[in-house]
Structure formats: structure tokens, C-alpha cells
């Protein structure tokens, strides 16, 4: 009971420490102020006054919603005694191969820039700047030459890293569980069973309505699909972010989805908001990074071929350019367990007071980064509220998908989910594909790195995604990649190479992902 009570105190005073800081702090000790000149305010009930006077005007709810947002994104409190890293990742062997994956990325972006004879950072001239700030809206015309970029990485090399990663503690001897292990991740990291994630997935069951199920055309829309619409509309009325976090597990109707996922990510624009995109967008104007050209290069490789978002490869410059210069994103660096690359002026190495994280962001775009922004273009029109979606949907989730941790939500926990899923209950298929040298792995990983952005039709992945913000939770990646082999399991057990198998699932973009996440989920024999 005390421990409880000393862990709550902890996130009480973590919560109002980030809260301090924030613009929301500042908007309610100006209306607090003004209130006092309000005659319902009295000295001798000032407090309680306060507190009333927030609640009526709305500012109670906002400080709700900020304060269930932190809840959202911050880790558990960490015991007193445990180092600060322990609160980036608490292993040891984890931090370290996150650290050597690190220095991996850092050789293979300066051996480009050495190779290439580019700075890692120069001022744009006058005339390019002129130049860049007429074309911002149209910078899917400009055909830079990028023939001598490369990505610095790209998913199959980060499998690579992934599957040769151990316990140096464990034995494989150790534990009967783990040795009878078959799949490619070798890591000892307790995952969820189907039991498990029916009870954590419990809005999904077969009794409960959901978009993409209920909403079809063999179902009279007004069974299921009108009401939801009235609940969502209520829940956005209310502007509270725990009640749409809720009913967005039942997914979200289209036209009501950009409110509401700003909602749970606690986006509010504010003229504030849109001030600081100008000025990132100036800094993207005036100064080039050699960044700038991977993120070119990663859209004109990606988006630009999907029949689905190469309209919007524009915003997609405009968002990720923007995205590397925004200096607000390191703060999710102290519970990632990536560390933000650093460099020095030149003569300055190793000179702490002369080293600039680089890019600005912390962040090296991979290849297929800019897949993460795609399919928030159909929702966001405006560039800026596009800009603060895709950095919050990136500061909760996206960083997790690329970068080595035990987080249950981390890459390596949603890899050995999908093995331990397809091993468990569909152990015929997993061995057969094994043996003839096609692990489910290398063909899912893809999919599970991009949060299947590229790879679903848009409405499914949008459907998806709602229920990654609903149970602010990435594991639902590993469940969809495992019910997307036992729905071509058939066709899977009679292919005879991974490149065969590779061709059964070529194309997911017919597939419909609520009916398989349900009958995987709820249908599967446990």
C-alpha cells in the first residue's frame, strides 16, 4: 500500500513537473488571473472559486486531457535506487545493442557524407532559399539527382541485428519454454498468449459492434453504424480524451476520425502551434541537411510509387523536412532507448560544449520512413495540424518500431508475439515454412516495421491505427501479422521456397482487417 501510494506521488510530481513547462501552464495561471477580477470570486473561498470557475469555462477538461495524455506516453516511475537509464531500457544487453546498432547507422551516414564530399549541415544560399520558399508547396516537381544517396538502412538489415541478439545471462538450457523456441528472435521476453490478448482486445470480441465489420453493406447501417456516429459525436462534444481513447477501440467513423484522434493525442492548434511550424519551416529554408536528401530520396522510393499517396508527396516533404529540425522531438529520448546522435564542430571533436545533436530531431530517416506520415495526409489538410499528428503518433509509437528495447510494444516484443502466435497455434504451418528455409519473420517484418502503412489498403490501415491510439498499445501489429498467415495458410502449406511463399503474400491490400483480427483473436482453438 505504501509503495502504491509512493509510486502515485512519483507520477503526480513527474506529470506536473512536464505540465510546468508546457503552454497549457501558462493559459491557466493567465485565466487564473483574470478570473480574480470576476465578482463570483471571493478571498475566503479562492481556491474552491478557481477550481469552479476552470470547470465551467472548459480549462478543467483541458488539464484532464493533458494530464491523461502524459499517463499515455510517460513510463512507469522507476525505483529510486535504479539509474536514469534504467528509464530509457532496463536491460543491459538491450541498451548495448542499441548502442552498437547506433554506431552502425553513424558510420554508414558519414561514410556517405565523406564519399560524397557533403556536410552534414550547410547555410543555404540567398538565391536557394528564395528559390525553396517559392516552390515550398509544389517540391514533388524538383528531380534533385539522387543517384549517390543511399538509404542508411533499411528493415532487412535491422532484422538482421534483431535476430542475432542475446541474453548473455540465459542458457538455452535455462528454460523448456524457451528452448522449444523455433523462431528467429532468441531473446527471452514474456509475450501475451491468445487468452492474454482476448482479455486485453476485449472490445473486438465477436458480441461487440465494430467499424469494419458492422458497417458493411450486407448490415442495415442503422443497426450499428448511426449510433456509433451519434456516440462519437457526443464523446467529441465532451472533449474528453479518455472517453474517445475508448470509443475509438470500436473504430472510428470516417468523418469524425481526424477530431478524434487529435483528441487522444491532445492536439490542440493553437495560433502558438502554427507559429512554431512557421519558424521550423524557416529553418528548413535556410539551412540544408544532408538528411534533406534522404528524406527526398525515401519518398521518391516509397510514396511516390503508391498508387495510394504519391498525390501527397509534397506534404510529405513539408512534414518530414520540418519533422527533422523540430528540437521538441528529443524529449522522447528519455524513455526511448535510442540515443540522439551527436556532432562537433570541426576541429571541436570530442569537445562536449561544441557538440550539436544531429539532425536537430535526433531522429535518421530509414528507408521507409516517410510511410509513416502517408496515410495521415487523407485526415489532415492543413500542414501543420498534418505536422502534429504524425510527431505525436511518432513520440508515442513510431520510434518503438526502430529501435532495440523490451518494451511490450517495442519491435523486438511484437517479433517474438508473432512467432510465438504462429508457433502456438498454428504449428503445422510455422514448421513447414520453416524447413523449407522461409521464417515467417522475414516476410512479416516489413509489415510490422512500417505499422503496415504501404502494404493495407488505406481505410484498413486507418481502421488499424485506430485501434493502436484505442489501446495505446503496438501489439496489435503482431496479432494482424499472424492472423494474415493463417488466413493464407492453405496456399501457404503447399509452397515450396521463401520466394513462393513471398508471392502468397505479396498483396494485402484486399484483405479486410477486423474480420481477421476477430476470428484469429476469438475463433482460434486455445
Given at each position: ?242 472517453a474517445a481513447q475508448q470509443y475509438i477501440r470500436q473504430g ?20 502558438e502551434d502554427i507559429l512554431y511550424y512557421e519558424q521550423l ?246
Amino acid at each position: 500500500m505504501l509503495q502504491e501510494e509512493s509510486d502515485l506521488s512519483l507520477i503526480i510530481a513527474q506529470i506536473v513537473q512536464k505540465l510546468k513547462g508546457s503552454n497549457l501552464y501558462a493559459q491557466l495561471e493567465r485565466q487564473a488571473w483574470a478570473s480574480l477580477q470576476r465578482p463570483e470570486i471571493r478571498l475566503e473561498s479562492l481556491k474552491e472559486d478557481i477550481k469552479e470557475f476552470f470547470k465551467i469555462t472548459g480549462w478543467e477538461k483541458k488539464l484532464q486531457n493533458a494530464v491523461y495524455s502524459e499517463l499515455n506516453v510517460y513510463p512507469l516511475p522507476r525505483h529510486p535506487a535504479a539509474p536514469p537509464e534504467h528509464l530509457k531500457e532496463p536491460l543491459v544487453y538491450m541498451r548495448k545493442a542499441q548502442g552498437s546498432w547506433e554506431k552502425r547507422i553513424l558510420k554508414s551516414l558519414n561514410s556517405m557524407c565523406t564519399e560524397l564530399s557533403i556536410p552534414l549541415a550547410r547555410k543555404r544560399p540567398v538565391g536557394q532559399q528564395k528559390e525553396l520558399l517559392n516552390k515550398w508547396n509544389e517540391m514533388g516537381t524538383d528531380e534533385p539527382d539522387l543517384s549517390l544517396f543511399r538509404p542508411v538502412y533499411a528493415p532487412k538489415d535491422f532484422l538482421e541485428v534483431l535476430i542475432n541478439l542475446r541474453n548473455p545471462n540465459y542458457e538455452n538450457g535455462d528454460s523448456l519454454s524457451f528452448r522449444t523456441h523455433l523462431g528467429l528472435i532468441q531473446v527471452p521476453l514474456k509475450v501475451k498468449d491468445i487468452p492474454e490478448l482476448k482479455e486485453c482486445f476485449v472490445e473486438l470480441g465477436l458480441n461487440t459492434g465494430q467499424l469494419g465489420i458492422d458497417d458493411s453493406t450486407q448490415v442495415p447501417p442503422e443497426l450499428f453504424e448511426n449510433e456509433h456516429v451519434r456516440i462519437g459525436q457526443k464523446v467529441l462534444a465532451e472533449q474528453d480524451s479518455a472517453a474517445a481513447q475508448q470509443y475509438i477501440r470500436q473504430g472510428s467513423p470516417t468523418a469524425l476520425r481526424a477530431e478524434l484522434w487529435a483528441l487522444i493525442l491532445n492536439i490542440s492548434s493553437q495560433p502558438e502551434d502554427i507559429l512554431y511550424y512557421e519558424q521550423l519551416k524557416t529553418n528548413v529554408i535556410q539551412h540544408d541537411l544532408l538528411v534533406d536528401s534522404l528524406i527526398y530520396k525515401d519518398v521518391k522510393l516509397t510514396a511516390s510509387n503508391d498508387d495510394y499517396y504519391f498525390v501527397f508527396e509534397d506534404y510529405l516533404y513539408q512534414v518530414l523536412l520540418c519533422f527533422s529540425r523540430d528540437t521538441s522531438v528529443l524529449g522522447h529520448f528519455a524513455y526511448n532507448s535510442a540515443s540522439p546522435p551527436k556532432s562537433y564542430i570541426r576541429g571541436k571533436l570530442g569537445l562536449e560544449e561544441y557538440a550539436v545533436f544531429y539532425p536537430p530531431n535526433g531522429v535518421i530517416p530509414f528507408h521507409g520512413f516517410s510511410m509513416y506520415v502517408a496515410p495521415l495526409c487523407f485526415l489532415y489538410h492543413e500542414p501543420y495540424k498534418l505536422y502534429q499528428t504524425f510527431r505525436e503518433m511518432y513520440v508515442r509509437f513510431f520510434f518503438r518500431l526502430h529501435s532495440i528495447s523490451s518494451h511490450p510494444s517495442g519491435i523486438v516484443s511484437l517479433c517474438l508475439l508473432f512467432e510465438t502466435l504462429l508457433q502456438t497455434y498454428l504449428p503445422q504451418l510455422f514448421y513447414h515454412l520453416r524447413e523449407i528455409g522461409a521464417q515467417p519473420l522475414r516476410i512479416s517484418f516489413k509489415w510490422m516495421v512500417r505499422a503496415f502503412s504501404g502494404y493495407l489498403a488505406t481505410d484498413q490501415l486507418l481502421l488499424l491505427w485506430d485501434r493502436i491510439l484505442g489501446y495505446n498499445s503496438l501489439e496489435i501489429l503482431a496479432v494482424l501479422a499472424a492472423a494474415v498467415f493463417a488466413f493464407r495458410a492453405v496456399n501457404l502449406m503447399e509452397v515450396t521456397s521463401l520466394a513462393a511463399a513471398e508471392a502468397v503474400l505479396a498483396d494485402l491490400s484486399t484483405l479486410k482487417v477486423m474480420p481477421l483480427l476477430q476470428i484469429f483473436l476469438f475463433a482460434t482453438v486455445t
